[in-house]
């Protein structure tokens, strides 16, 4: 676990094996979220400063000294930093038992009971953990207004100068951040099978999730009840339920944005031809490049990509010899985890299979 500014930062996964859960079945909820999720073993979730709104300082431009004589005092600069507000949304999704079902099953006994309860969570939780990764890929208030901005809507922008028009910093410090445009593999065809990889430092300093005051995880669960769901074999009729409530409250902050990056426009059919070995050379140049240049001290850092990013970027890599760049090991106590230039690979099945080509020029 990783202490940033003296503040303990959290994941979904250290609350887990932390025990700090007391509802045993929040518990269960957490567990289906944090172990099936290789994002929530990653993203730091820090308690909110104000109800369900958290405020977030960056700086603006970067502290500039000024040169003085001996004895003399420091007239004081303007200042260098600012403040924004991020708010949580939430979500939620229904756990729903047929009461039949649940009643048959408890008088097997309490553990085919719990199995039931169990096989269904996971199948609800499926759901509510790929719409929170979306969200935190894709998420856009313009699109959705009840959820958040994700980290697209930071890096929307490429270009070596990093411009991207989202975040709260001055020309100088977008200068520094990494937005690359991987289009090198468009070819002739510019509606390819375009994705992105991200680079993602989680902490306090860089990307975080927040969750509202008092509700640790941000998971809340409401008691089981009974309802009526219409019956799917006999239209017209109703089958007597058991149903719970399930909700995610989270938002997610950015407190520089040089604290990720993003290659974009990323072609992934023509990624593995012969007749681009000069430009999967600097395409494996940029992945190396932008893991250099992303901000990560005291945070905690993830690639994302789909799995057949993955499987091209590994075999791009191996093609070209080039050391031991992506390599199977143990991090952070895990072992078989996959990484590249020494930072775990995740793969997310929440990022589209085909994304809309980047307009350098668009807001």
Known sequence: MQTIQGEEAFTLMDFLKNREIGDNFVMKVVDKLAKHTPMCDDMTILECDDGSAMTVKVETEIPWPEWVGYNEGL???????????VKCAMMGTKLVIPRKLFRDAKKR???????????????????????????????????NPKGFNGLEKAYSRYGFDGRDGSVLCSDDMKAASTVFNGAVFEGDNAAADVGSIYLVSWGREGWTGCHPQGLSTGIDVDEMVESEMPDPKKPGTNIKTF???????????????????????????????????????????????????VKREGGRCAWYMDRTMKKNIKAMIESQVRGRAMEVKEYLGRANVTTLFDIPVRESDAMQVKESLVDPFAA
């Open 109 to 143: 006994g309490k553990l085919h009971a719990d199995q039931l309860v169990d096989e269904r969570l996971t199948k609800t939780m499926r759901g509510m953990r790929l719409a929170m990764e979306e969200m935190v890929i894709y998420g856009r208030l313009r699109d």
């Open 243 to 293: 149903e719970r409530e399930l909700y995610w409250q989270m938002g997610l902050a950015c407190g520089d944005v040089n604290a990720g990056g993003r290659i974009c426009n990323i072609s992934r059919h023509l990624m593995l031809l012969d007749s681009n070995r000069a430009k999967r050379d600097r395409f494996v140049d940029l992945i190396s490049l932008m893991s250099e240049s």
């Open 75 to 85: 007239r004081g600069g303007k200042t260098s930093s600012d403040s924004y507000q």
